[in-house]
Nanobody, 118 residues
Framework: VQLQACGGGLVQAGGSLRLSCAASGSSFSIHVMGWYRRAPGKQRELVASIDSRGGTNYADSVKVRFTISRDNANNTMYLQMNSLKPEDTAAYYC?????????????WGQGTLVTVSS
């Protein structure tokens, strides 16, 4: 599976951005997909995830403000980010994973940088 993320940029607090993640190389619709982020000096954290049926899960810090979605026909996942805050500044990565005999194997996109100015 290859993942290509884009859509990051510089935005003022209160603004919006939409991230996209294009997937190729596998049957996209069967995967659980997610967005993670890593802020400077912090550990990577899960922002939101979506399963093949559209079921979603969000970190408490982004609930209500962020919306994850997916378009299986076009093998693309999105993250709509509204009411952005400076603490949302981070590199955002799209992710999917599979189970193997050795456990979970993760696939990662290259990351897209989101900077929110105060």
């Amino acid at each position: 599976v290859q993942l290509q993320a884009c859509g990051g940029g510089l935005v003022q607090a209160g603004g919006s951005l939409r991230l996209s993640c294009a997937a190729s190389g596998s049957s996209f619709s069967i995967h659980v997909m997610g967005w993670y982020r890593r802020a400077p000096g912090k550990q990577r954290e899960l922002v939101a995830s979506i399963d093949s049926r559209g079921g979603t899960n969000y970190a408490d810090s982004v609930k209500v403000r962020f919306t994850i979605s997916r378009d299986n026909a076009n093998n693309t996942m999105y993250l709509q980010m509204n009411s952005l805050k400076p603490e949302d500044t981070a590199a955002y990565y799209c992710n999917t994973w599979k189970l193997t005999a050795g456990g979970r194997y993760d696939y990662w996109g290259q990351g897209t940088l989101v900077t929110v100015s105060s």
